[in-house]
């Protein structure tokens, strides 16, 4: 691994915060056309609601459809720890020191595995 993946690897976390911002923005802009949306309609003018209503399902569509990118993307991009893991357990997996493992570590290992987990099915 070079120092530039680890660099990426590291970033990943960041990248997910921008997308998130990005999708909370554009769900708040799917919200905001659509009160202008329903807004136009009560307007006192024809023409001013037709124009506000123009406006409004613009900054509604733009607003949904940066909202579907954006969460998509935050979805498929995995975060630092989930980038560590996908790096780490394949390298200690096909690692032969690992494999060559008695099995008497390997069922102490499972019993301290089941330790924890009913640790933490009590919290």
Same mark, same amino acid.
């Given at each position: 691994?070079?120092?530039?993946?680890?660099?990426?690897?590291?970033?990943?976390d960041?990248?997910?915060?921008? =997308? &998130?911002?990005? %999708? /909370?923005?554009?769900? $708040?802009a799917?919200?905001?056309?659509? *009160?202008?949306?329903?807004?136009?309609?009560?307007?006192?003018?024809?023409?001013?609601?037709?124009?506000?209503?123009?406006?409004g399902?613009?900054?509604?569509?733009?607003?949904?459809?940066?909202?579907?990118? =954006? &969460?998509?993307l %935050? /979805?498929?991009?995995? $975060?630092?720890?989930?980038?560590?893991? *996908?790096?780490?357990?394949?390298?200690?997996?096909?690692?032969?020191?690992?494999?060559?493992?008695?099995?008497?570590?390997?069922?102490?290992?499972?019993?301290?595995i089941?330790e924890?987990?009913?640790?933490?099915?009590?919290?």
């Amino acid at each position: 691994m070079t120092h530039f993946e680890m660099y990426l690897i590291t970033r990943l976390d960041g990248v997910c915060t921008l =997308f &998130g911002g990005l %999708l /909370t923005a554009g769900l $708040t802009a799917t919200i905001i056309g659509g *009160i202008i949306i329903a807004g136009s309609s009560i307007s006192c003018s024809k023409e001013q609601g037709a124009r506000e209503g123009r406006v409004g399902r613009r900054m509604a569509m733009w607003g949904a459809l940066t909202s579907v990118i =954006f &969460g998509s993307l %935050l /979805t498929l991009i995995p $975060t630092t720890q989930d980038m560590a893991l *996908i790096y780490a357990v394949p390298a200690i997996v096909n690692n032969e020191d690992v494999q060559a493992l008695p099995p008497e570590l390997a069922k102490l290992a499972r019993m301290k595995i089941d330790e924890l987990l009913r640790e933490g099915e009590k919290k």
